[in-house]
């Protein structure tokens, strides 16, 4: 049966290229959503849809409002993949890049992209809402003297020349996704697969010491502490959920480590347990 994967974006955006990229070798079926959101609502009205979402940027840093989305939806992480991000300048078909009088694209490729644009000191840079949206926007309306900032898989999709390629500041710029699924779809994918990773959120009493009395736990029992990441509890004025992930490569030992802080923890829940991902080149 033919895997469906919803992403934020369009055909070309980089959701889409990690969503290949991870389930490589395998003939899936792209689900075309405008929000995170929508992402979640494709898999809570079909059980089998799996959704690819953005995480973190080794350069933007992390993605606040998909944490709480992931948390608040009840979905289950089931994988992850950490795609280098590589940006293309892309035009109409015989543009040279000294007729662009206007680039387009997402604000964070924008400014991923600071130090080429500084060279390009006559354009004008205006956002928008996607890459690859960008480049179908220059395509279909045939504009000339527009660029987009934007994969090349998205280029060759909408028919643009790539004027310019690695334009990225950073060529050290990655971007983490994570695969969510329902959870009782999650239960069947997971059945049997080894797994080394967890994500986490807690909440933590608000007295002195209590973050550090589970960081310790979880030092003790030997767990990699990945990420830590707090965002404040609305409606509760200096208290936070923390997110954590765990890399760790016994799974008893991390089942240990959780039971072990639960009592030092309020509302614990485990967002997903799966293998640690890959890194692309």
Known sequence: MK?????????????????????????????DCITFKDVIAAIKKDSSVLGMMAIE???????????????????????????????????????????????????????QCNDFLDTLSHV???????????????????????????????AEIYGLEVLAEGIETNKHNFTRFLVIADRWTADEIMRGVQKNKASLVFATPHSVGSLSQILSVF????????????????????????????VFSDFTRYKQA????????KDLKILGEYAEGKQSV
């Open 258 to 265: 959780v039971d072990a802080v639960m009592p030092l923890t």
């Open 57 to 111: 940027n080794t350069i933007a840093g992390s993605l606040l409002q998909n944490h709480e989305l992931i948390r608040e939806s009840g979905c289950s992480i089931i994988g992850e993949y950490k795609l280098c991000i590589s940006h293309s300048l892309a035009a109409l078909p015989g543009s040279s890049i000294h007729e662009i009088m206007e680039v387009n694209s997402h604000p964070i490729a924008l400014m």
């Open 124 to 154: 004008k840079i205006v956002e928008k809402e996607d890459t690859a949206l960008s480049a179908r926007w220059i395509a279909e309306n045939q504009l000339k003297g527009h660029a987009a900032i934007c994969a090349r898989h998205a």
């Open 3 to 31: 895997k469906k994967v919803a992403i934020q974006g369009i055909a070309g955006a980089y959701h889409e290229v990690a969503a290949r990229r991870y389930y490589e070798g395998e003939d899936i079926d792209i689900i």
């Open 219 to 246: 030092s003790f029992y030997d767990m990699n502490l990945s990420k830590i990441q707090s965002l404040p509890i609305i409606g509760c004025e200096w208290q936070y959920m923390f997110y954590v992930d765990l």
